[in-house]
């Protein structure tokens, strides 16, 4: 079964520097997606990034960009520039690529805080 | 609004009530999702609706009880609940094409069972 990996359960950043959030997975598939998402404390789960396995070049979205290494099953979150807006929990998800329903797999997520 | 509204915000509940969820989405979108968000635990996916068609049940007790009318709304009809199912429901949806964007989530229910 696949599994998404969080280890951080809190981090920290101040305003205007950069961190970067880890996520491991574990499947045995080629061919998947994986998302980052955010929920600021509006609740609402807002999608960040994605990444399609196929593709080596790391997708990147202005401030927010990823570290995708297929072969270690890593998918790491970079938040440069950070911004108070930044903080909220931020939560890594996996979908295999075949199949028509849309099942994704969360981590437990990371509680980011932005210090000003 | 961000496209999947979800109603009501707040829910408070006792043991022997009876009340529903509900979810609406305007993406056009072909497959609808619940999940139930816990303090400390990952989502938990309990219901895959598509194309209308209920497509995944992960093992929910049967107080939970999904409908979905047609390819716009979900509701998710609540009888007899626990304390323990004092959560966070998130509605998501979905278009599944030969590619996959990810989800879009409404806002959530956060609810409470005394």
């Known amino acids: 079964a696949q599994t998404v990996t969080q280890s951080q359960p809190e981090m920290s950043v101040q305003e205007a520097e950069t961190v970067t959030l880890s996520c491991t997975y574990d499947?045995?598939?080629?061919?998947?997606?994986l998302f980052w998402y955010k929920q600021p404390p509006s609740r609402q789960m807002i999608l960040v990034i994605r990444?399609?396995?196929?593709?080596?070049q790391n997708a990147t979205e202005n401030r927010f960009s990823v570290n995708f290494q297929k072969a270690a099953k890593s998918f790491s979150l970079k938040i440069s520039d950070s911004q108070l807006g930044d903080a909220a929990m931020y939560f890594c998800?996996?979908?295999?690529?075949?199949?028509?329903?849309?099942?994704?797999?969360f981590g437990k997520g990371t509680k980011l805080s932005v210090k000003p | 609004e961000t496209g999947v509204t979800q109603t009501p915000r707040h829910l408070v509940m006792g043991m022997t009530n009876k009340k529903s969820l509900k979810c609406e989405q305007h993406?056009?979108?072909?497959?609808m999702y619940w999940y139930k968000q816990s303090a400390k635990k990952p989502l938990e996916l309990m219901f895959v609706?598509?194309?209308?068609?209920?497509?995944e049940n992960n093992s929910v007790p049967s107080r939970f009880s999904p409908e979905c009318p047609n390819s716009s709304h979900l509701f998710l009809h609540l009888h007899t609940l626990q304390p323990e199912d004092s959560a966070l429901y998130l509605c998501?949806?979905?278009?599944?094409?030969?590619?996959?964007?990810?989800?879009?989530f409404g806002s959530g229910t956060r609810l409470t069972v005394v």
């Open positions: 993406l056009g979108h072909n497959a």
């Open positions: 990444q399609e396995a196929y593709k080596q």
């Open positions: 499947t045995s598939e080629s061919d998947y997606y």
């Open positions: 609706y598509s194309l209308e068609e209920r497509v």
């Open positions: 998800a996996y979908r295999y690529y075949g199949g028509s329903q849309g099942n994704l797999i």
């Open positions: 998501a949806s979905s278009q599944d094409r030969t590619r996959f964007y990810g989800y879009t």
